[in-house]
């Protein structure tokens, strides 16, 4: 909600205070207070206001990617850098950084597209925003006669960019879920087995070790974690015709399993708060034996391990993952339609997906890239920054260029990851689905995880939980 920018309130007139003679000194002071009033307004009131679209460029970029931050340590500019921007007779492109919150991504390309100007030629979304943005009308059909042959994409990564029999988005990076736990633990069969293991662990005595750490608190990390873990234990939420199928037998199963791994400890209240960042630090200090993150996490695990940093093992997780990742799309108000398929179509082949995986980290959307390294090397600084964005955001997690020690996930675990992952239910409405089940999840596992009374079982709390997701993917 936008909150009103503060009044102004002039100082007063007049001749001055009484019992002073010509009000000389109380003048004075008034204009010293307008003008730190002129100087510190504009800034105040910048930042209470509403953000407006965006106005026309006042750079060199004739081709704008409206994006999040750069996560890859200079990767995606050296890609960018690399694939088009140093081809002789192309309009430059820069990506434009919006920020690094996905839902203020999301607000603002929206707002962009909406105010159609044609500011912004290519989206990167997230995957789950494809049939908004798509229902919307704010996307162009992709030129799919640029991208030659697609077998080199994983089916459900290539048909995750399109909404209703239209190709709308092309994969530019992928992403799933990986379990990482410490070296002296065995990879786990399925989630009975995890938990089993955990519990095994924690019974010693004063252990104070979580079980298993992830993405709990209330964000959409808790949706992708709870989607996992009801797929885990054979249930499942929205099937793939769009129904809710929660309150199935397999459903109610699959929560209420839930339920026993939050009351048996393994996954504890400590971790209902818990980001990428805080399940990741719990790792690295060794106060989990298990962790449930992306790819990007082995990459700071793997440097700091080879100076006396958590000794770990990742591997797929035993369980379906949810598919993630970015795909760029073409705007539909954008005037340069041919430039902008271009760029979608070279930034999304072999060579960007190469420079992605093995500089940045990123999980590549096309198979190829896992066994092939760039033919343009990793090595020497990242592109410079440019008005749109630096070429590396503060806080960005390490590459192997600024990490030389770190570690790629090794190519067969995450294709075996990648083949068993699935797509978030798919609606132009995902954002209120999201919203209502991760909401209502949280809720459910804290009150289990503090022992209260009256918490709800699976059974009463699905047979709740689905007509409030019916209305939420109907759009209410």
């Known amino acids: 909600m936008s909150r009103p920018s503060p009044s102004t309130t002039s100082a007063p007139g007049g001749t001055g205070g009484r019992g002073t003679p010509s009000g000389a000194e109380p003048v004075g002071h008034g204009v010293i207070l307008l003008l730190l009033l002129l100087v510190l307004l504009p800034s105040l009131g910048a930042s209470a206001a509403p953000t407006p679209p965006p106005g026309p460029p006042r750079d060199d970029c004739v081709l704008r990617i409206a994006s999040g931050a750069d996560v890859s340590g200079g990767a995606r500019e050296r890609a960018l850098q690399a694939v088009w921007n140093g081809v002789g007779g192309r309009p430059r492109a820069c990506f434009v950084a919006i920020s690094s919150v996905a839902d203020e991504q999301r607000s603002a390309m929206i707002s962009a597209a909406q105010s159609k100007a044609g500011h912004y030629d290519v989206y990167n979304l997230d995957i789950q925003w494809i049939p908004e943005f798509a229902e919307g009308g704010y996307l162009r059909p992709i030129d799919t006669s640029e991208h030659g042959g697609t077998n080199d994409f994983l089916s459900q990564i290539w048909s995750a960019g399109a909404w209703d029999g239209v190709q709308y988005a092309v994969p530019f990076n992928t992403d799933v879920g990986l379990l990482y736990h410490l070296d002296d633990l065995r990879e ?163 060579e960007a997906a190469r420079l992605l995986y093995h500089c940045g980290g990123f999980a590549p959307a096309r198979v190829s890239a896992l066994y092939a390294r760039p033919e343009s090397g990793c090595g020497g600084p990242s592109p410079a920054a440019t008005p749109s964005g630096p070429a590396a955001e503060p806080g960005s997690v390490p590459s192997p260029t600024a990490e030389p020690e770190s570690e790629s996930v090794r190519p067969d675990t995450l294709l075996r990851a990648l083949t068993q992952a699935r797509a978030r239910p798919p609606s132009p409405y995902y954002s209120q689905f999201s919203r209502v089940f991760r909401t209502e999840v949280h809720e459910l596992l804290g009150c289990w995880s503090l022992g209260r009374k009256g918490c709800e079982d699976a059974r009463t709390f699905t047979a709740g939980l689905a007509p409030k997701l019916r209305k939420a993917l109907a759009g209410g």
């Open 188 to 350: 786990p069969k399925d989630w009975r087995d995890m938990t089993g293991l955990a519990k095994a662990r924690r019974a010693g005595p004063g252990s104070t070790v979580l079980g298993l750490t992830g993405q709990f608190a209330s964000y959409e990390g808790l949706t992708v974690n709870a989607l996992e873990a009801i797929w885990a234990n054979g249930g499942d939420v929205v099937d793939v015709n769009g129904r809710v199928v929660i309150t199935q037998k397999e459903g109610v199963e699959a929560v209420r399993r839930l339920i026993e791994t939050v009351r048996a400890g393994v996954i504890s209240g400590e971790t209902l708060g818990s980001t990428e960042t805080e399940s990741l630090t719990a790792f690295r200090k060794r106060h989990a034996l298990f962790l449930r993150h992306w790819p990007s996490a082995h990459e700071v695990l793997s440097g700091e391990s080879k100076s006396g940093g958590v000794a770990f093992r990742a591997a797929p997780l035993p369980w379906p993952g949810v598919l993630g990742g970015q795909y760029l799309a073409v705007s539909r108000h954008t005037v340069r339609r041919d430039a902008a398929q271009q760029l979608v179509a070279a930034l999304t082949g072999g």
